[in-house]
């Protein structure tokens, strides 16, 4: 594999977004080949499985819910961003494995061997280069959200309580402290042109001595 693999991370409300947009325009800006998609999602198959989690009106285990997101996550890693590194190009990922860990298993109760043992079958080798995680406290997220997008229509995750919230939080931090060389882990409190300039700088400095 050839190319450059970077996943976003972090809670509901942590402006992933509004920094994926403005990486994505700097890498067209840059000239660098580049492909961006989103977990659960990304092929047709995934698409409809993250229709499945994030709407079932079921109620879905964490066990059920993991098992869902690391089949998404193979299509999308065989289909569409294996032959993308292989051709040279950055794949920027709108989430990946470590939000399994957190939801499922720091917030949800899974054993974290359980998470690691389908989460290495599933991913077959394809471990990010870096990963952004924008860590923010959950009250600051959700007021933020409430901002722009009325209460009613928070997904079936995004509607679990408090508590959940503060373990997917710790359980990023947890993340981030085992694996230092490739979780940068960023304030997201800060303004959206400071966090950008340290996503670019980050970028810049591991891709070239990749
Ligand atoms: P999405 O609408 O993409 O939320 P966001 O804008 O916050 O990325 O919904 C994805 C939801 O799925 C989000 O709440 C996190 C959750 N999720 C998991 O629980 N486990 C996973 O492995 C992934 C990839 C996502």
């Known amino acids: 594999m050839k190319g450059f693999l970077v996943s976003f991370e972090g809670g509901e409300g942590c402006g992933k977004s509004t920094q994926i947009k403005r990486f994505i325009k700097y890498l067209e800006n840059n000239n660098h080949e580049y492909i961006c998609t989103r977990e659960p999602g990304g092929t047709p198959v995934g698409e409809e499985i993250r229709n499945i989690l994030l709407h079932s009106k079921d109620n879905l285990s964490p066990k059920t819910e993991f098992l869902l997101f690391s089949a998404s996550r193979n299509k999308l890693i065989e289909d569409v961003v294996k032959p993308a590194l292989d051709q040279g190009k950055v794949v920027v990922l709108d989430r990946y494995y470590d939000s399994s860990y957190t939801y499922q298993g720091y917030a949800g109760n899974l054993r974290i061997e359980d998470i690691k043992t389908i989460t290495n079958f599933a991913i077959s080798g394809a471990v990010p280069d870096v990963t952004f995680l924008l860590d923010l406290p959950y009250e600051e997220g ?58 670019q700088a980050e970028f810049i400095s591991r891709h070239k001595k990749y």
């Open 142 to 199: 959700m007021n933020r959200k409430s901002k722009d997008e009325a209460l009613k229509n928070l997904d079936r995750i995004e509607q679990k309580d408090k508590q959940y919230h503060d373990s997917v939080r710790n359980g990023y931090l947890t993340i981030a402290k085992d694996n230092p060389n490739r979780v940068v882990v960023i304030d997201a409190s800060q303004s959206p042109e400071q966090i950008e300039r340290i996503i």
